[in-house]
């Protein structure tokens, strides 16, 4: 089950990368899920961007019950999960508008018009 923010417009790149990683475990391996490792200015898992075994995740869903004031981080950290390195700036989210910005330029291949 692929796991991701809504503002990770790079997911796209690497997703595949997080599939082959789990993909490559048995079912019955204790690896709950593939997760991220990327960002500035240190790499570090990025939760919202993983995929996760269905059952794996159900049962830590239901251990933690209510997840109302719960970080996804305090939630998904008790999953055994494989890092998959991605670059800093396929993670990168796209909170303000510079990011915006940023993922436009990315998107067009640093073409402007005007």
Do not use: K
């Not at 200015?41 to 109302?68: D, N």
């Not at 494989?82 to 067009?108: F, G, H, K």
């Amino acid at each position: 089950m692929l796991v991701c923010a809504v503002d990770t417009p790079g997911i796209g790149t690497w997703a595949p990368a997080l599939l082959d990683a789990l993909a490559s475990e048995p079912d019955e391996a204790d690896d709950a899920g593939a997760v991220a490792l990327g960002g500035e200015p240190e790499p570090f898992r990025q939760y919202l961007e993983g995929i996760y075994r269905r059952r794996a995740l159900s049962q830590v869903l239901s251990a933690v019950g209510s997840l109302g004031n719960r970080s996804v981080r305090g939630v998904l950290s008790r999953l055994s999960l494989v890092e998959v390195p991605v670059d800093s700036d396929s993670c990168r989210d796209l909170d303000t508008p510079e990011d915006l910005a940023w993922w436009r330029n990315r998107v067009s291949g640093g073409i402007t018009t005007g």
